[in-house]
Nanobody, 126 residues
Framework: QVQLVESGGGLVQAGGSLRLSCEAS????????MGWFRQAPGKEREFVAT????????YYADSVKGRFTISRDNAKNTVYLQMNSLKAEDTALYYC???????????????????WGQGTQVTVSS
């Protein structure tokens, strides 16, 4: 089992940047593909980005491509989401998630992820 704890959220002006972190418990972090999702008020949770267990492959939602970067440090059991050029529509509760399947194909559906953090709030003021 993996426990995930997100941090780094906050209030930022449009055009600004934030870096989210997600630290995982356990010694098998490098056996999980990791993902970031977000949920805005009144909306369903949506996929943001995913990174393969090795860190060698990433995949992004079209809405964040070119602005967000997902990365991981397996030695620190941590996955990151660097968010630049933030927009008001990026305001949401951001979750990290772990996927045991170790697939080569990027997975973007909630039901494909096995463990979830509690989320960290990102608010972008316009």
């Amino acid at each position: 089992q993996v426990q995930l704890v997100e941090s780094g959220g906050g209030l930022v002006q449009a055009g600004g940047s934030l870096r989210l972190s997600c630290e995982a418990s356990g010694r098998t972090f490098n056996r999980y593909n990791m993902g970031w999702f977000r949920q805005a008020p009144g909306k369903e949770r949506e996929f943001v980005a995913t990174i393969r267990w090795s860190g060698g492959s990433t995949y992004y939602a079209d809405s964040v491509k070119g602005r967000f970067t997902i990365s991981r440090d397996n030695a620190k059991n941590t996955v990151y989401l660097q968010m630049n050029s933030l927009k008001a529509e990026d305001t949401a509760l951001y979750y990290c998630a772990a996927d045991r399947a170790l697939t080569l194909v990027p997975r973007t559906l909630e039901r494909e992820y096995d463990y979830w953090g509690q989320g960290t709030q990102v608010t972008v003021s316009s």
